[in-house]
T-cell receptor, first 112, second 111 residues
Framework: NAGVTQTPKFQVLKTGQSMTLQCAQD?????MYWYRQDPGMGLRLIYY???????DKGEVPNGYNVSRLNKREFSLRLESAAPSQTSVYFC???????????FGQGTRLTVV | QKEVEQNSGPLSVPEGAIASLNCTYS??????FFWYRQYSGKSPELIMS????GDKEDGRFTAQLNKASQYVSLLIRDSQPSDSATYLC???????????FGAGTRLFVKA
């Protein structure tokens, strides 16, 4: 049982480059999330998708876009990376309305 | 005011002692509350969930919820060095769509 799978695990980008972080879950969960984690800041919600076909902004959406491709997959795109986006990114999923969130392994992104 | 607030610590306790971790939240109508543990370099994992006022016990862990005071706590009895980690308090928002996390409290258990 893979749970939540994120790719890549590590990435170095130059300022201005773009990239997409991929996330897939095999637990048939309705809700999916993207968080970033910075030292001393805890987990901050970037975007979430309550169900297939819907996406909403979280606490820190600027500079990011998301796509809920289907029920399993939720991608995060950085169109023009900035050093301020250096962080660890976590994807998570949960059943709507209960519910414990299950996390992927994280992507450590460095923007130089 | 942050939606979920925790003391960042670090909290240091000797092995075998009780560790007490605290959290306050701002959304008065929140209904679901969670404690996650995160080891360095790893992803968060759920250790406790609590939905109603009072205490909930699971092994060495006890979660306490006081909705009137908007306060959640986690007690770890007989603390072990393996409990050394960051503990994240999380609150599910009213609509049940967003989980908001506190900044986390770092716990060190000294052998």
């Amino acid at each position: 049982n893979a749970g939540v799978t994120q790719t890549p695990k590590f990435q170095v980008l130059k300022t201005g480059q773009s990239m997409t972080l991929q996330c897939a879950q095999d637990m048939n969960h309705n809700s999916m999330y993207w968080y970033r984690q910075d030292p001393g800041m805890g987990l901050r919600l970037i975007y979430y998708s309550a169900s297939e076909g819907t996406t909403d902004k979280g606490e820190v959406p600027n500079g990011y876009n998301v796509s809920r491709l289907n029920k399993r997959e939720f991608s995060l795109r950085l169109e023009s990376a900035a050093p301020s986006q250096t962080s660890v990114y976590f994807c998570a999923s949960s059943e709507r309305g209960t519910t414990e969130a299950f996390f992927g392994q994280g992507t450590r992104l460095t923007v130089v | 005011q942050k939606e979920v607030e925790q003391n960042s610590g670090p909290l240091s306790v000797p092995e075998g002692a009780i560790a007490s971790l605290n959290c306050t939240y701002s959304d008065r109508v929140s209904q679901s509350f969670f404690w996650y543990r995160q080891y360095s370099g790893k992803s968060p994992e759920l250790i406790m969930s609590i939905y109603s006022n009072g205490d909930k016990e699971d092994g060495r862990f006890t979660a306490q919820l006081n909705k009137a005071s908007q306060y959640v706590s986690l007690l770890i009895r007989d603390s072990q060095p393996s409990d050394s980690a960051t503990y994240l308090c999380a609150v599910l928002n009213t609509g049940g769509f967003k989980t908001i996390f506190g900044a986390g409290t770092r716990l060190f258990v000294k052998a």
